[in-house]
């Protein structure tokens, strides 16, 4: 293990307190800076805050023993090495990034700057950001010499940030001068020199001693434009393939046979070919806007990324239109919904296309019986409790004597559900399910009407005789 470093986080969300405590956890002294008294305090607690996998034990492992949190970011600030600035970039009116945030903390980060600093962005940024955080500090009379401003972007999935960021596909460290990359370098080398991985007690995943994660060194600009692109184009594949899940559908073919037969490819690969009511979260929908923003400020035409935009909105129109069909009317109607969050093992409501689908049932006269293993709390913030909407304690109470159940997010819990248990609960057992965790043959069998994304829809042996004779006609 390297020498331990002295990191400056600034911002305790996602972001910033998953990599202050991953700093903490490959060797280095982590203060964990945020202006929220509130959060600070519950963090000194030992509160997480956030739902999220390996992070409640290691704050218990580092608190005041590798991480500490505070308010004062002049102190923090003087006394590191580093200052990541992890704070939020959110999506203003016009679709560009919000930089508000980082432009007030690079800032103040002036005020401290004494000695030679390396400034790190860590928030997703559009490029030409370090350049603008480079001239805030200096017009805050800091001389160029004290500090170097680099881009080292995140690529964590919620659910997984732990993991994720010690066993990264790659480290992008985007800087233009030689001792701000060796400081970088310095930082990750517990990680890249494989170092991390021999310990006992260290978190396992895909990297390993024989096998570390590369270190790419880049400008910083492209180390930003990394970023970005990364999200659109994970975007747009999830587009792509809701897209062509709707195709299957007219033509009656199958969406997961289609998807393994595209990700077999090596040159694609099957992540991210998963059908669905479309993307959500913190990242990108904000990133694939500011990425078409920055690209049109620039002249550059990318109508590419509006398609993206206009498929994902489409997907969630296109999943309320299966509630219709199989319920035929909806106002009146009695819903059961499984999954608030955007997507399984986090409790980020961000953007999430479920909590657009629950506002989409209340404004056609529906009531809803919600329940999510982890974002209910958020969840009744953004969507208080009323007559017509309920929070409920677990999957079969948002089933009970509902007219269909919806499947918005793909928790492993859901999958796990007794079939048999959960028709019982239903008044009709009908389920229309935007996450395809369930096998459409299993429930056949269980006497469900099953309703999917990109697949046939099925129904119960009793329906299907009906509808031959022509007695009933199903949907």
């Given at each position: 293990m390297s020498e331990p470093i002295q990191i400056a986080v600034v911002g305790s969300g996602y972001v910033g307190l998953v990599a202050a405590v991953c700093f903490a956890e490959i060797g280095h002294q982590v203060v964990c800076v945020d202006n929220d008294q509130g959060k600070v305090a519950a963090l000194e607690s030992g509160d997480v805050l956030i739902h999220e996998k390996h992070l409640p034990e290691l704050l218990k492992r580092y608190h005041n023993n590798g991480i500490r949190f505070t308010t004062d970011l002049h102190e923090a600030a003087g006394g590191s090495q580093a200052i990541f600035i992890a704070v939020g970039t959110p999506q203003s009116e016009t679709g560009d990034a919000d930089l508000s945030y980082v432009e007030a903390v690079a800032c103040e980060i002036a005020r401290s700057l004494t000695s030679y600093k390396v400034i790190v962005e860590k928030s997703t940024v559009p490029v030409y950001t370090n350049e603008w955080i480079g001239r805030s500090i200096e017009r805050n009379g800091v001389p160029r010499r004290l500090f170097d401003v680099v881009s080292n972007?995140?690529?964590?999935?919620?659910?997984?940030?732990?993991?994720?960021?010690?066993?990264?596909?790659?480290?992008?460290?985007?800087?233009?001068?030689?001792?701000?990359?060796?400081?970088?370098?310095?930082?990750?080398?517990?990680?890249?020199?494989?170092?991390?991985?021999?310990?006992?007690?260290?978190?396992?995943?895909?990297?390993?001693?024989?096998?570390?994660?590369?270190?790419?060194?880049?400008?910083?600009?492209?180390?930003?434009?990394?970023?970005?692109?990364?999200?659109?184009?994970?975007?747009?594949?999830?587009?792509?393939?809701?897209?062509?899940?709707?195709?299957?559908?007219?033509?009656?073919?199958?969406?997961?046979?289609?998807?393994?037969?595209?990700?077999?490819?090596?040159?694609?690969?099957?992540?991210?070919?998963?059908?669905?009511?479309?993307?959500?979260?913190?990242?990108?929908?904000?990133?694939?806007?500011?990425?078409?923003?920055?690209?049109?400020?620039?002249?550059?035409?990318?109508?590419?990324?509006?398609?993206?935009?206009?498929?994902?909105?489409?997907?969630?129109?296109?999943?309320?239109?299966?509630?219709?069909?199989?319920?035929?009317?909806?106002?009146?109607?009695?819903?059961?919904?499984l999954g608030l969050a955007f997507k399984g093992e986090t409790d980020d409501i961000r953007e999430s296309p479920a909590i657009d689908l629950v506002q989409m049932l209340l404004a056609e006269g529906c009531s809803v019986a919600a329940y999510d293993p982890a974002a209910m709390e958020r969840s009744q913030q953004a969507l208080p409790a009323s007559a017509q909407l309920r929070y409920v304690e677990d999957a079969y109470a948002a089933a009970r004597d509902a007219d269909a159940l919806l499947v918005l997010t793909d928790w492993a819990e859901f999958a796990a559900l007794d079939l048999k248990r959960l028709a019982g609960a239903l008044r009709y057992p009908i389920v229309v399910d935007g996450r395809n965790l369930f096998d459409p043959r299993l429930m056949q069998e269980h006497g469900f009407t099953y309703i999917s994304v990109g697949r046939p829809a099925v129904y119960p042996a009793r329906e299907v005789e009906l509808a031959t004779a022509g007695t009933v006609r199903t949907v």
């Open positions: 972007p995140e690529f964590l999935r919620e659910g997984t940030a732990v993991e994720d960021f010690l066993h990264p596909d790659r480290i992008v460290v985007g800087a233009d001068s030689e001792a701000a990359a060796a400081l970088l370098g310095a930082i990750y080398a517990p990680l890249t020199s494989g170092a991390y991985y021999s310990r006992p007690q260290a978190i396992s995943g895909c990297c390993s001693a024989s096998q570390p994660p590369p270190l790419l060194h880049t400008s910083t600009k492209s180390a930003e434009i990394i970023k970005h692109a990364s999200n659109a184009f994970l975007a747009l594949k999830i587009s792509f393939i809701n897209a062509v899940s709707n195709l299957c559908e007219a033509t009656d073919a199958n969406i997961e046979q289609v998807a393994r037969g595209i990700g077999l490819d090596r040159r694609i690969g099957p992540r991210f070919l998963r059908p669905g009511i479309g993307y959500g979260g913190s990242c990108f929908p904000k990133d694939v806007a500011a990425f078409r923003s920055v690209a049109e400020q620039l002249g550059i035409g990318f109508n590419l990324l509006t398609e993206i935009e206009k498929i994902n909105a489409l997907q969630k129109k296109r999943f309320l239109a299966k509630v219709r069909s199989a319920l035929w009317t909806l106002r009146g109607k009695r819903i059961g919904v």
